[in-house]
């Protein structure tokens, strides 16, 4: 299993931009989750899903979208980037309710 | 709702000194809880999760922690300090209440001292 990947690993996006962060994983989990890291204020929850078809807001989700056509793929959309969003993104996944979170390695976002 | 406090943001120690996060959470249901570390440009990686049975949880490269119910607390320790184990730590806390999905600590970056 390659377990949980995410494209690009880097990125550098004008203000105004828009972009599509990927994040695909092959363990047949339902529970996905995109979650953003900046310096000393731990992991922000953006979106979850609970399977294909189905997404939630988490705690910081304006400016952002997501979508789930299949149980592998949950990509993260940006819409007119702006300087607040730059940060590291992490993409998640986990079977059932006490599993722990997979990680993928991250996508380092720089908005200028 | 649920809630994690983590002690200190940064930690310093001496290789081969005791190692000591600490982690409170706050939830109304039984919770599961978790400690993740995160190398410099990696992504999060489980150390070791306590959801039923046995308080004293062992984790990978030594690490351990105890569910202390009456404290709220889900203290991580590891006896004698690496220096490969420099890195940033993360408490998480997932609950029903929650929907079962995991908030995170801000984190506590651990410096090991030659």
């Known amino acids: 299993n390659a377990g949980v990947t995410q494209t690009p690993k880097f990125h550098i996006l004008k203000i105004g931009q828009s972009m599509t962060l990927q994040c695909t994983q092959d363990?047949?989990?339902?529970?996905m989750y995109w979650y953003r890291q900046d310096p000393g204020m731990g992991l922000k929850l953006i979106y979850y899903?609970?399977?294909?078809?189905?997404?939630d807001k988490g705690e910081v989700p304006n400016g952002y979208n997501v979508s789930r056509s299949t149980t592998e793929d949950f990509p993260l959309r940006l819409e007119l980037a702006a300087p607040s969003q730059t940060s590291v993104y992490f993409c998640?996944?986990?079977?059932?309710?006490?599993?722990?979170?997979?990680f993928g390695p991250g996508t380092r976002l720089t908005v200028l | 709702a649920q809630s994690v406090t983590q002690l200190g943001s940064h930690v310093s120690v001496s290789e081969g000194a005791l190692v000591l996060l600490r982690c409170n959470y706050s939830?109304?249901?039984?919770?599961?809880l978790f400690w993740y570390v995160q190398y410099p440009n990696q992504g999060l990686q489980l150390l070791l999760k306590?959801?039923?049975?046995?308080?004293l949880v062992k984790g990978i490269n030594g690490f351990e922690a105890e569910f202390k119910k009456s404290e709220t607390s889900f203290h991580l320790t590891k006896p004698s300090a690496h220096m490969s184990d420099a890195a940033e730590y993360f408490c998480?806390?997932?609950?029903?209440?929650?929907?079962?999905?995991?908030?995170f600590g801000r984190g506590t970056s651990l410096i090991v001292h030659p």
């Open positions: 899903s609970v399977g294909a078809g189905i997404t």
């Open positions: 363990m047949n989990h339902n529970y």
């Open positions: 939830s109304s249901v039984p919770p599961y």
């Open positions: 998640a996944s986990r079977g059932g309710r006490p599993d722990n979170l997979l």
């Open positions: 306590y959801t039923t049975g046995a308080t």
């Open positions: 998480a806390v997932s609950t029903s209440g929650g929907s079962y999905i995991p908030t």
